[in-house]
């Protein structure tokens, strides 16, 4: 469940170390080695279930979705997790978006869950169209034919901007979470700043850059106590985007990691509204 993942593994580590994984592979360290400590994957208890699908993303190496299809006439998420969680653990949530008519499928990375293999900065990019590719075929297989929303939290921000080129090709809308628009912020989590560091924007995942070409439906949710992405870094994803229909919902009282735990009636009402705007 989301609410049961230790706040240190929630988006903390991702960011803080994110930064500190860029500042010492300016020092012409191992980045196979930093990479290490980017991620935090976790083994799923318990066997796979008919809802899980293994996806080879290379040969030897499976990334696991877990599929919440309840009827093929409702509109689904594709949602991308944060770092310290795993596919099963939204279970709980899957259920809440499919009472609310909403199909729900979750990916998860390299490692994690029932996949295989390691994840890293690079190939977190390159999955994620692996997954949309694979999602919508299997999407075509059953007949489903609702609109298709890409939702990322925190790391999984990450994934569905990389994927936002593909609009509206490939699907219908855009939500995002706790997500970063620049990297500036996560320097100063270790005191110091981009310049320093001999950073440049180039290294990073030009979340920016990509969110100024996404023109598609956009709801980026934000908390405003938000300690580890600042609540001006979702102002800034809206703002960055050309959209004509897009929306920043702060989320009073929340940091980083409880937004869900703060405001679950409001979180899915907005989240159903957007998705209803669309369809």
């Known amino acids: 469940m989301y609410q049961s993942i230790p706040w240190k593994l929630r988006g903390m580590n991702f960011l803080k170390l994110w930064v500190i994984l860029n500042f010492i592979t300016c020092q012409n360290m191992d980045l196979n080695l930093l990479n290490n400590f980017l991620f935090h994957p976790r083994t799923a208890f318990g066997q796979l279930t008919e809802k899980d699908k293994l996806i080879e993303v290379e040969p030897g190496v499976q990334v696991g979705i877990r599929i919440h299809i309840v009827d093929p006439v409702y509109p689904l998420i594709l949602f991308f997790h944060g770092n310290g969680e795993i596919a099963p653990e939204y279970d709980d949530i899957a259920a809440v978006y499919n009472q609310r008519k909403i199909n729900?499928?979750?990916?998860?990375?390299?490692?994690?869950?029932?996949?295989?293999?390691?994840?890293?900065?690079?190939?977190?990019?390159?999955?994620?169209?692996?997954?949309?590719?694979?999602?919508?075929?299997?999407?075509?297989?059953?007949?489903?034919?609702?609109?298709?929303?890409?939702?990322?939290?925190?790391?999984?921000?990450?994934?569905?901007?990389?994927?936002?080129?593909?609009?509206?090709?490939?699907?219908?809308?855009?939500?995002?979470?706790?997500?970063?628009?620049?990297?500036?912020?996560?320097?100063?989590?270790?005191?110091?700043?981009?310049?320093?560091?001999?950073?440049?924007?180039?290294?990073?995942?030009?979340?920016?850059?990509?969110?100024?070409?996404?023109?598609?439906?956009?709801?980026?949710?934000?908390?405003?106590?938000?300690h580890i992405v600042p609540f001006s870094q979702g102002e800034a994803l809206v703002e960055l985007s050309p959209s004509k229909q897009k929306k920043l919902l702060p989320v009073p009282a929340a940091n980083h990691n409880n937004i869900l735990g703060v405001s679950p009636q409001k979180y899915f009402e907005e989240v159903s509204e957007f998705i209803q705007l669309i369809k």
């Open 104 to 226: 729900f499928i979750i990916a998860d990375y390299r490692g994690y869950g029932f996949s295989t293999g390691a994840p890293d900065v690079q190939n977190t990019l390159t999955d994620a169209h692996v997954v949309l590719d694979t999602v919508l075929s299997e999407l075509k297989m059953r007949g489903v034919s609702g609109p298709l929303i890409l939702m990322g939290r925190s790391l999984g921000s990450v994934s569905v901007l990389e994927l936002s080129g593909r609009y509206p090709k490939d699907f219908d809308g855009l939500i995002i979470e706790s997500g970063i628009s620049t990297e500036e912020p996560l320097f100063r989590l270790i005191g110091t700043t981009a310049e320093q560091a001999g950073f440049n924007k180039e290294m990073g995942f030009q979340n920016a850059e990509k969110m100024k070409k996404y023109a598609g439906p956009l709801l980026v949710i934000h908390a405003e106590e938000d």
